[in-house]
């Protein structure tokens, strides 16, 4: 594997190298750069049943995205080596996304979204206020608040998460996720992809409960594999300074 691509694989897959000298990732390849883009790898963190509770089918890469295996061999950054599988070449290039595009495919969608920007982010993003204010459907776009423009291929892919409302009546509202985000990888068929994610998000926005050991908001778990759902605590996707789970509280589905 050459340098430029060895450097452009995100750390943990890097460690994840250096540690077991091999591991899968899916990301579109740029043979004449010489770099991934676009990187994730199944199985991060990926719980197989109650006891870690939500793994869904979201763990999973999405969208179509060329999958390929890297090892290290003996020498991790020199002997390498890269399997690329079959895929749709036209749906895996890299597309960039203007504001005004991106606002313009919104307006289609089946609920109305405000354009935001927060301190803790430089990329735009989008908000509709869901069940008289108690839920939120946010999506990051990844496009720059500065030049409207989309960040570079590899630099991040677009998100989508369905939010609840935690605060108490007449404060304002606090944010807790109800599902894991949802990655849209910008490729050619961003627009029917992230629109089947958004239209999910609002019909089943009414699957949820709350967690009896913390009051966070539980929401249906499908494990991969398996014919059966259970209720899985959000706290799962929160970390806490010593980087454990916030909850891992499940409950079977009566």
């Not at 390498?80 to 749906?91: F, G, I, L, Y």
């Not at 291929?153 to 509202?173: F, R, Y």
């Not at 999910?200 to 949820?208: F, I, R």
């Not at 605590?233 to 916030?246: H, L, N, Q, V």
Request: aromatic share 8%; net charge negative; with cysteine.
């Amino acid at each position: 594997m050459s340098e430029s691509a060895y450097a452009s694989l995100p750390d943990r897959v890097r460690e994840q190298l250096q540690d077991v000298g091999a591991v899968q990732i899916v990301a579109d390849y740029d043979s004449e750069a010489s770099v991934f883009r676009d990187v994730v790898w199944p199985g991060a963190e990926s719980p197989e049943d109650t006891s870690d509770p939500v793994e869904t089918a979201d763990d999973s890469p999405d969208d179509g995205a060329t999958e390929q295996s890297v090892a290290a061999g003996d020498g991790v950054g020199t002997d390498a080596m890269v399997e690329e599988h079959d895929s749709d070449d036209s749906a895996q290039t890299y597309r960039p996304i203007t504001r005004r595009e991106f606002e313009t495919f919104l307006e289609g969608v089946s609920v109305d979204f405000e354009r935001k920007t927060y301190g803790w982010t430089d990329e735009w993003v989008y908000e509709s206020i869901l069940d008289d204010g108690e839920k939120c459907l946010r999506v990051y776009s990844s496009i720059d608040c500065e030049d409207n423009a989309s960040r570079e291929a590899g630099s991040d892919a677009i998100k989508s998460v369905l939010l609840l409302n935690v605060a108490d009546a007449g404060e304002e509202p606090t944010w807790r996720p109800l599902r894991k985000p949802k990655r849209t990888y910008r490729i050619q068929t961003w627009p029917q992809n992230l629109r089947e994610k958004l239209e999910n998000a609002v019909a089943t926005q009414d699957e949820l409960k709350v967690c009896s050991d913390c009051g966070r908001p539980m929401v249906l778990q499908s494990p991969k594999g398996k014919n059966r759902q259970f209720w899985g605590c959000s706290g799962y996707y929160e970390k806490t300074a010593g980087s454990d789970r916030a909850c891992e509280n499940t409950a079977p589905v009566q």
